[in-house]
């Protein structure tokens, strides 16, 4: 049976098209006509390196791909075997997330339900670690028709960073028309799909709307953390204080919500992180001020639980920015989309 599949797969020296290239197409075409079926035994590297006079290394990144794609299967001591063929009729997607928040969960939930059931996908969580984000790309490189992915990086001094320049190379060589950049701005280019928050411009157009509520307090707190294991991109930042200044309301800064921190009746505080949301709730509480009355709220990111508990939030449609990937994956739609962000107005401001 080793000896038929050498029948069929076959190498051009003279060809472009990377010899790696050519063994994957091949055993793929042989199998969807059915020639290489289902538990059937294919040659190891070597044997398939000494058959075609290729290096090892051609070999093993073909079978590296395959198996990546689930297209073939190693097992300890007895070697390569195709499996599951039922994934080369499907699109094969690969999802990087930076984090394993509930708000990313959301998108690529929603995504998973607006691209149907004929994809496969694999997801990867990368932890805004610029390191593991690079070993992934190069190891799953070329075996997959679409690449989703969210960038959101760290420094080593945990502040947020959208790319470095080993990501953008790295992504740059997906090729344009599988690249799908979600959650962030990256790249320039019309040729990709791109569905983005804009972080600067978002928060100040959301604050905006709810001007006439939030000019009733008479200082503006962001909590915002500077250092984190998951960082926040600056530009939300820049975007309360250029709030702040073009509405001249006092504003100040900082980094964390301590259990023992000094409120004023008149604080309109404003949290990122689901923490920093409890602990303010709690000690307002405990120091009896009344929640929208005596200090306001306003979260970042919509969860169900603040909708249960009457907190005022601004938040990207989280929704909206998978369905819409989706949808332009399956229209083969190119471009840049802006996702929506909205101001939701509820009891605590």
């Known amino acids: 049976m080793l000896m038929k599949m050498f029948e069929y797969v076959k190498i051009d020296d003279l060809s472009r098209v990377p010899k790696y290239r050519q063994i994957i197409d091949s055993i793929i075409h042989h199998i969807s006509v059915g020639n290489l079926k289902i538990d059937e035994k294919i040659p190891s590297i070597n044997r398939f390196s000494e058959e075609y006079l290729l290096s090892r290394d051609t070999v093993e990144k073909a079978y590296s791909i395959l198996k990546d794609r689930q297209i073939i299967t190693s097992i300890r001591g007895k070697g390569y075997y195709i499996t599951r063929t039922?994934?080369?009729?499907?699109?094969?997607?690969?999802?990087?997330?930076?984090?394993?928040s509930s708000y990313k969960i959301r998108i690529y939930n929603a995504f998973l339900n607006a691209i149907g059931a004929n994809v496969h996908t694999d997801l990867f969580i990368y932890h805004c670690d610029e390191t593991l984000f690079l070993n992934l790309m190069e190891k799953h490189a070329n075996a997959y028709d679409y690449y989703v992915i969210m960038p959101h990086f760290k420094s080593d001094t945990l502040e947020h960073k959208s790319s470095t320049k080993k990501i953008v190379q790295a992504i740059g060589k997906i090729p344009e028309d599988k690249l799908v950049i979600v959650d962030n701005q990256l790249g320039t280019s019309g040729k990709i799909i791109k569905v983005y928050q804009d972080f600067e411009n978002d928060i100040y157009d959301a604050l905006t709307e709810g001007l006439e509520k939030i000019k009733k307090y008479l200082k503006l707190i962001l909590v915002y953390p500077t250092e984190s294991v998951y960082p926040y991109?600056?530009?939300i930042l820049y975007?309360?204080?250029?709030?702040?200044?073009?509405?001249?309301?006092?504003?100040?800064?900082?980094?964390?919500?301590?259990?023992?921190?000094?409120?004023?009746?008149?604080?309109l505080f404003i949290t990122i992180e689901e923490l920093d949301l409890v602990t303010l709730v709690n000690q307002i509480r405990k120091d009896e001020y009344a929640i929208?009355?005596?200090?306001g709220v306003i979260s970042y990111?919509?969860?169900?639980?603040?909708?249960?508990?009457?907190?005022?939030?601004?938040?990207?449609?989280?929704?909206?920015m998978g369905v819409t990937a989706a949808e332009m994956i399956l229209n083969n739609t190119k471009g840049t989309v802006k996702n929506p962000f909205k101001f939701i107005d509820r009891d605590s401001l």
């Open 86 to 100: 039922k994934l080369l009729s499907k699109t094969n997607i690969l999802i990087l997330i930076n984090k394993p």
């Open 239 to 267: 975007g309360f204080k250029k709030f702040c200044t073009d509405n001249n309301l006092d504003f100040e800064v900082i980094d964390e919500i301590f259990e023992d921190i000094i409120l004023r009746r008149g604080d």
């Open 292 to 295: 929208g009355r005596d200090i």
């Open 233 to 235: 991109p600056k530009r």
């Open 301 to 320: 990111n919509e969860t169900p639980l603040k909708e249960l508990l009457g907190i005022t939030v601004i938040s990207t449609d989280f929704q909206a």
